[in-house]
């Protein structure tokens, strides 16, 4: 069965410098999605990036950016320019490429931004 | 615009009663999930579907059912709530290429 780690239950960074959250993951599939999401105090989740692992280049959407290393089955995310909205529960989260479609979630890295 | 939407968003509920917790999306996704939120687990699946009449057990389905009449609805039941079902819920949509749409979550404590 599939499984994904993240091994950083709490982070903190200064607001505006940049933070890099860790996820591992295990899988014997050769293609997959990962996600990360990221849910505010509102509870809500939210998709912050996604990566196909086919797909060599690195995702970005805007300020965040995700290091994926297939062969390590790595799959962290970067926040640069740290903002105060960004404090928020993050999980990181695995998906199959075909037949099941339900997603495995890690057990989250609260991020709190100082000011 | 389309949604998902979850009812009751808290619910107080005593050791032994049956509970329903309430998903509806207009999005006609195929796809429908029900997750449980727990400090130190992240969300574990309990339930899914596929599609209407298609129901599937997650890892931590026991205590738990679920129906698939129609495509806009998966309603959760807690045939005889525990303690242990104190959690937050939550609801999730998808199409077979995509991620997932969640609701804002349902708030169940068990007394």
């Known amino acids: 069965a599939q499984t994904v780690t993240q091994s950083q239950p709490e982070m903190s960074v200064q607001e505006a410098e940049t933070v890099t959250l860790s996820c591992t993951y295990d899988?014997?599939?050769?293609?997959?999605?990962l996600f990360w999401y990221k849910q505010p105090p509102s509870r809500q989740m939210i998709l912050v990036i996604r990566?196909?692992?086919?797909?060599?280049q690195n995702a970005t959407e805007n300020r965040f950016s995700v290091n994926f290393q297939k062969a390590a089955k790595s799959f962290s995310l970067k926040i640069s320019d740290s903002q105060l909205g960004d404090a928020a529960m993050y999980f990181c989260?695995?998906?199959?490429?075909?037949?099941?479609?339900?997603?495995?979630f890690g057990q989250g890295t609260r991020l709190t931004i100082n000011p | 615009d389309a949604e998902i939407t979850q009812s009751p968003r808290h619910k107080i509920t005593e050791t032994g009663r049956q509970v329903t917790l309430a998903c509806h999306q207009t999005?006609?996704?195929?796809?429908m999930f029900w997750y449980r939120q727990d400090l130190g687990h992240g969300l574990r699946l309990i339930h899914y579907?596929?599609?209407?009449?298609?129901?599937n057990k997650g890892e931590v389905s026991d205590g738990y059912s679920v129906s698939r009449s129609n495509t806009e609805d998966l309603p959760l039941t807690l045939e005889s709530a525990a303690s242990s079902q104190t959690s937050v819920y939550f609801c999730?949509?998808?199409?077979?290429?995509?991620?997932?749409?969640f609701g804002e979550g349902s708030r169940l404590t068990v007394l």
């Open positions: 990566q196909e692992a086919y797909k060599q």
């Open positions: 899988t014997s599939e050769s293609d997959y999605y």
């Open positions: 989260a695995y998906r199959p490429w075909g037949g099941a479609q339900k997603l495995v």
């Open positions: 999730a949509s998808s199409i077979n290429t995509g991620e997932l749409f």
């Open positions: 579907s596929y599609g209407v009449q298609d129901t």
């Open positions: 999005w006609n996704h195929n796809n």
